[in-house]
């Protein structure tokens, strides 16, 4: 293994890790809001996401004013952005399938979009695209789960597993 894929390793078991718990926090999170709150609460964390969206460039500057940095990370917010969409999708699937005790469909939908599936494309999108893609994977992640949401919608018709 060359010294590259060693670096991208190291970077990469640290940040499944925190992907993995901030995807954790989010199930939760949009379980307990959504539940306790209501549906308003989980719009108004939609609304604050679309200004810092727009308004990304000056948020990203009040943390460092470095042009090239500012650059990366407006970029990324982007994509990120994007990717929020289908995980949004994604959340509300996992919270359906658990209120309806179908509990099965949801933890294969949170272990796959959490663990396996976010640590493969994190690891392969660069790999396959180059590193300026690495952005690029949370939304391929976000895709993939989604479809792995229809097949499971499609073949698998059990209730209350």
């Not at 976010?118 to 989604?146: D, H, N, Q, R």
């Given at each position: 293994?060359?010294?590259?894929?060693?670096?991208?390793?190291?970077?990469?078991?640290?940040?499944?890790?925190?992907?993995?718990v901030t995807y954790l926090?989010?199930?939760?999170?949009?379980?307990?809001?959504?539940?306790?709150?209501?549906?308003?609460?989980?719009?108004?964390?939609?609304?604050?996401?679309?200004?810092?969206?727009?308004?990304?460039?000056?948020?990203?500057?009040?943390?460092?004013?470095?042009?090239?940095?500012?650059?990366?990370?407006?970029?990324?917010?982007?994509?990120?952005?994007?990717?929020?969409?289908?995980?949004?999708?994604?959340?509300?699937?996992?919270?359906?399938?658990?209120?309806?005790?179908?509990?099965?469909?949801?933890?294969?939908?949170?272990?796959?979009?959490?663990?396996?599936?976010?640590?493969?494309?994190?690891?392969?999108?660069?790999?396959?695209?180059?590193?300026?893609?690495?952005?690029?994977?949370?939304?391929?992640?976000e895709v993939i789960t989604?479809?792995?949401?229809?097949?499971?919608?499609?073949?698998?018709?059990?209730?209350?597993?």
């Amino acid at each position: 293994m060359n010294s590259r894929n060693r670096q991208i390793l190291y970077y990469i078991f640290p940040s499944a890790g925190g992907l993995c718990v901030t995807y954790l926090y989010n199930i939760v999170d949009g379980i307990f809001v959504g539940r306790g709150v209501g549906a308003l609460a989980l719009a108004a964390s939609v609304v604050i996401y679309v200004i810092l969206v727009v308004f990304r460039v000056p948020a990203i500057r009040l943390f460092n004013s470095e042009p090239e940095l500012v650059e990366m990370a407006s970029g990324a917010l982007t994509v990120f952005a994007v990717s929020f969409i289908f995980m949004s999708v994604n959340l509300i699937f996992t919270a359906y399938f658990y209120s309806t005790k179908q509990t099965w469909k949801s933890n294969i939908i949170a272990v796959s979009r959490g663990i396996v599936v976010k640590a493969a494309a994190i690891f392969l999108v660069p790999m396959l695209f180059g590193e300026t893609w690495v952005w690029a994977s949370a939304a391929v992640a976000e895709v993939i789960t989604l479809i792995i949401i229809f097949i499971i919608r499609i073949f698998w018709h059990t209730e209350n597993v």
